[in-house]
């Protein structure tokens, strides 16, 4: 194998960033190896993070060729298409690495494609650019008669693209006997985007999601991308500054700390009806850390991360503990108790827009807060992608004009909706059909605006008013805490190797608990038929899993149990939805009152 040792630094008036190389570098390798070939490259490295690749369902072939990418070395990488054979059929043209033929250079191609597309205008002019931006335009590969009918004027583009693929700066995406389709590589549709005059400025991370730049809406993308980074400098400098002045103090208070105690501070503040719904929504941000919930036996495939659903009458408080007590509301002292930088607040945009966007999560775990679900179901198809996406599945969505995915969607949701509250049960003002099986995929909780609610809500909004609710110094400690934790159960790179990742077992005594819970449950139910899945279950399982990383740092074991408190929580949870769900025949209290 041939190898160049030149490496390319610059573009015309650009300097690059160690973040292009690895954009770069992930897509090459992706194209290059397959699946298990990057777990082997991975171990073969001594890469730590594959060991725990290996043991965890969910990792996929971008997360792994990314984690490659950012701790490859240039050395590292000559060895690695040295000793690991890469695809024969592969070409990749990049800005700082070439692999065509079976050889692997270390040196960009952008020069000489440039140089290439500057020939080709002055043999064709300006059609040269027309076809090249029909092409990248497309974002996909293109038969003849595919860009015939985009051209939309009396152009051959026959010779162009014939011109165009002997030059190397298109590629063949398929070809039979009398059929062929060519398409622009994915390392060189920003370089294309400039020659062609691009909308906006496009540099190499454009293109991590493995789409080009085309139009108004994948500005969103990287719009969306933009907006991630800002996000991460948000946790890093909170987390640095938590680390450099208040460490001590955040694992002592961590010791203490529990389901119990974050209870007692919230019903402080808003009183013993309102307080369960911030509770919610604080536990759900110890689920975001996304960790391996392990049994006795092994492991079990689930993990800590849940979609929360607070709906009900409006004015009911919905909107207050899902957005204002996570992201602060400075003005009325209610300060955050979210994880910095890990919350998207999502109110004003369409679902359209969202599925678009959610591209940029990808092989990330952030939290959604969506705080008028309703209008996302006033758009049609709308329930099959958001069920995907709330499955953390594959989602791919297709719009008059363009396909979106297909990507893996990592991320969660914290949602509010409005639904007419009946006598017993309520009815959802959503009219697709098929909405209940969003909701089945949701820890949700009912909000009826009962006396109790009522007088809570004025109360609170009184003390409000007059200042007497500042949560300044608990929102504090909380979110320290919160943090702290979210970065050792994620391996956040500035507590790396400081703190073990501990996976939350599950006990026999919480399965016994579940299981009580359900006998009692059916009891009570006076037909037949079941009005919710087993998913409800599974979602106070996990509930129990996210809110025992609250008790992290009160022992020494290499997990967290899942703690009475959690199990008494889930358990409350489980009965008062599955009243919910059954039109309420039976009363919660008294499944609650047999069971404790």
């Known amino acids: 194998m041939v190898i160049n040792m030149r490496v390319n630094s610059t573009m015309e008036g650009k300097q690059v960033t160690d973040e292009d190389k690895i954009v770069e570098r992930k897509l090459l390798l992706k194209r290059a190896f397959s699946m298990s070939k990057l777990f082997e490259i991975g171990k073969n490295l001594n890469f730590a993070y594959f060991d725990r690749f290996f043991s965890e369902w969910e990792i996929d072939e971008d997360e792994a060729a990314l984690e490659i990418a950012s701790d490859l070395s240039e050395e590292q990488l000559v060895e690695v298409f040295d ?14 690495y070439t692999l065509e033929d079976g050889v692997f250079l270390l040196e960009g191609s952008w020069k000489n494609l440039r140089a290439n597309i500057r020939q080709a205008k002055k043999k064709f002019g300006k059609n040269a650019l027309v076809v090249l931006r029909t092409l990248v335009e497309a974002g996909r590969s293109c038969s003849l008669s595919d860009v015939r009918n985009k051209l939309k004027r009396s152009l051959d583009p026959l010779p162009i693209l014939t011109a165009l693929e002997q030059l190397k700066v298109i590629a063949t995406a398929y070809k039979g006997d009398q059929y062929q389709e060519w398409k622009i590589l994915e390392e060189t549709s920003s370089l294309v985007w400039q020659e062609v005059g691009a909308p906006t400025e496009i540099t190499s991370s454009t293109i991590v999601s493995g789409r080009s730049p085309v139009n108004k809406e994948v500005d969103y993308v990287d719009l969306e991308r ?3 980074s800002q996000m991460d400098r948000e946790l890093d400098e909170y987390l640095n500054d938590l680390l450099k002045y208040r460490l ?3 694992i002592k208070f961590g010791k203490t700390f529990s389901m119990s105690l974050l209870a007692d501070y919230l019903k402080s503040l808003f009183g013993p009806i309102l307080y369960f719904d911030s509770l919610l929504s604080i536990t759900q941000q110890y689920g975001l850390a996304d960790v391996e919930i392990v049994s006795q036996h092994g492991e079990t495939g689930m993990r800590t991360g849940w979609n929360l659903s607070l709906f009900g009458e409006p004015g009911t408080g919905k909107s207050f503990s899902t ?12 300060y955050a108790h979210g994880i910095p930088g890990r919350n998207r607040y999502a109110g004003g945009i369409t679902p359209a827009r969202f599925i678009r966007i959610g591209q940029a999560y990808v092989s990330r775990t952030s939290n959604f807060i969506v705080p008028e679900f309703n209008d996302w179901f006033r758009y049609k198809g709308m329930v099959e992608p958001l069920k995907l996406a709330m499955e953390r599945g594959t989602i791919r969505y297709e719009l008059h004009r363009e396909v979106i995915g297909p990507y893996i969607f990592n991320s969660l949701f914290s949602v509010n909706y409005n639904v007419t509250t009946l006598g017993r049960g309520y009815e959802v003002t959503v009219r697709d059909p098929n909405f209940n099986a969003i909701e089945d995929r949701m820890l949700c909780r009912l ?26 110094e608990g929102a504090r400690k909380v979110r320290d805490h919160l943090t702290l934790v979210y970065a050792i159960e994620t391996s956040h790179p500035l507590v790396k190797g400081n703190f073990p990742r501990k996976p939350v077992m599950i006990t026999p005594e919480a399965h016994d608990v579940i299981g009580r819970a359900r006998e009692r449950i059916l009891e009570h139910i006076p037909r037949k038929v079941v009005s919710f899945s087993a998913r409800l279950e599974k979602r106070a399982m996990q509930f129990a ?11 020494d074991f290499d997990y967290v149990p899942v703690s009475d408190d959690a199990l008494r929580y889930a358990t409350q949870l ?21 069971l404790f």
């Open 323 to 334: 957005r204002d007590m996570i992201l602060g509301k400075p003005e009325a002292k209610i």
């Open 83 to 96: 000793k690991f054979k890469p695809r024969k059929w592969v070409v990749f043209r990049g800005q700082f």
């Open 545 to 555: 899993c996210a809110t025992s990383l609250l008790n992290y740092f009160h022992s």
């Open 447 to 472: 909000h009826r605006l009962t006396k109790g609610r009522f007088v809570e809500i004025a109360k609170s909004q009184m003390r409000l008013a007059l200042g007497e609710i500042d949560t300044e």
């Open 248 to 250: 001590d103090d955040t």
């Open 226 to 228: 933009q907006q991630i």
């Open 574 to 594: 489980y009965v008062e939805e599955a009243s919910v769900r059954s039109r309420e025949e039976f009363r919660p209290e008294e499944v609650l009152e047999q």
